[in-house]
């Protein structure tokens, strides 16, 4: 009997240990679709306008170590609009006239990213890295009444034309951003992520909400 019992036991004893000290198999690749809201900062005439919206956005990362990955993401927003007051020079005095100006962005980037903790179930990481923008923006006008006040004392209605300006812009800037990855199953994870557009100052932020796969 108690040869038996050694015999068990000199049996389970490797096979444990072995069992103990197996490679984890970590992912190669993963893919996010995510959706979220956007921020983004417009310089215009006599000062800058903050517009919102919405974002839809699928990403693609390589892990290259347990920590590291490089990311590449392209994300679209949907079209922010507010009333703008534009400065303009009519009949050789200034004025103002109110604007419609609508904007959107298509944006396409790359970061690094650094990955906290090791096959765990929830992963904090933060990036860097850039982002190259492509913006489509409008600016409309409705005909306006205005008065002109010329020296000493005269003044003159006026009524500004209507005018209508489309533009398309490409930029880049560089992105900073922090988040949380927290696995639902051994290869499906959600994600949550703030993230800073930056150029002469933040003039970027989007949070989002993705889901997304190991393979």
Request: charged fraction near 20%.
């Amino acid at each position: 009997m108690r040869i038996a019992a050694a015999v068990m036991l000199c049996w389970v004893a490797p096979a444990s240990a072995g069992a103990q000290t197996a490679p984890v198999v970590l992912p190669d690749n993963d893919t996010i679709v995510a959706v979220g809201w956007t921020g983004s900062e417009h310089e215009l005439q006599t000062y800058d306008s903050w517009h919102g919206g919405l974002l839809v956005s699928i990403a693609a990362g390589h892990y290259w170590t347990d920590h590291l990955k490089t990311e590449f993401e392209a994300g679209w927003s949907t079209t922010g609009t507010n009333e703008v007051f534009e400065d303009i020079n009519y009949a050789g005095a200034l004025t103002y006239a109110l604007t419609d100006h609508r904007a959107r962005d298509f944006r396409i980037g790359a970061t690094q990213i650094y990955q906290f903790g090791r096959n765990a179930w929830i992963h904090p990481f933060v990036g860097a890295g850039f982002d190259v923008i492509r913006r489509e923006t409008t600016l409309e006008r409705l005909p306006q009444s205005r008065t002109l006040y010329f020296p000493p004392n005269r003044s003159v209605p006026v009524t500004i034309p209507p005018s209508r300006e489309r533009r398309n812009d490409v930029f880049a800037q560089g992105v900073l951003k922090t988040g949380v990855k927290m696995y639902a199953s051994e290869k499906m994870f959600f994600t949550t992520e703030l993230k800073f557009g930056l150029r002469e100052d933040v003039d970027h932020v989007v949070w989002k909400l993705g889901l997304g796969f190991d393979f």
